[in-house]
T-cell receptor, first 113, second 115 residues
């Protein structure tokens, strides 16, 4: 919801440009990572995931890059559209079920038409 | 399929009141969970369930109770509401417990304000 979006880092991108959203994760033992999209007033929605034995994974218009050396994850959105406007956050997991997932705070993506 | 549904969408309580947040899923999922989302913080796990009759505590369980009498329903009870419980609450489910690669589906959320 809107109150969750306050105080978040914001990325403003022109429609049609590529977006890059970054995430620093905390635990070097994390072996699975997920990106979520959360539109205003809605619940989070799975976008893409990646295992620690990979450094890149592609989906439809999205690519996730993983740099384990510096514990950094990025989400690239190609040809950003107004419907991409949302809060994006990453999550990390250490070999277990969802009860062991740690969620990041998120970045607000604003697409300028 | 309706997916994960939550009621109510909005709720205002006075300190000390109790209430139940409802969550239901129609996907026959084993795993269900409750999170709270606060400004400046990531989602935090309150309670979770790996199947009917089985529940366990998450990161922030104090002040909340859950039960899982059926596969479909996973209500969250606030025993005596406090202003610190003002938050947005999300219910989520996934098909298999213990398999994080299995996509977790979230409900639309309940925005709770405690005065």
């Amino acid at each position: 919801g809107e109150s969750v979006g306050l105080h978040l880092p914001t990325l403003s991108v022109q429609e049609g440009d590529n977006s890059i959203i970054n995430c620093a994760y905390s635990n070097s033992a994390s072996d699975y990572f997920i990106w979520y999209k959360q539109e205003s007033g809605k619940g989070p929605q799975f976008i893409i995931d990646i295992r620690s034995n990979m450094d890149k994974r592609q989906g439809q218009r999205v690519t996730v890059l993983l740099n384990k050396t510096v514990k950094h994850l990025s989400l690239q959105i190609a040809a950003t559209q107004p419907g991409d406007s949302a809060v994006y956050f990453c999550a990390e997991n250490i070999s277990g079920g969802y009860q062991k997932v740690t969620f990041g705070i998120g970045t607000k993506l604003q697409v300028i038409p | 399929n309706a997916g994960v549904t939550q009621t109510p969408k909005f709720q205002v309580l006075k300190t000390g009141q109790s209430m139940t947040l409802q969550c239901a899923q129609d996907m026959n999922h084993e795993y269900m969970s409750w999170y709270r989302q606060d400004p400046g913080m990531g989602l935090r796990l309150i309670h979770y369930s790996v199947g009917a009759g089985i529940t366990d505590q998450g990161e922030v369980p104090n002040g909340y109770n859950v039960s899982r009498s059926t596969t479909e329903d996973f209500p969250l009870r606030l025993l005596s509401a406090a202003p610190s419980q003002t938050s947005v609450y999300f219910c989520a489910s996934s098909q298999l417990a213990g398999v994080v690669e299995d996509t977790q589906y979230f409900g639309p959320g309940t925005r709770l304000t405690v005065l």
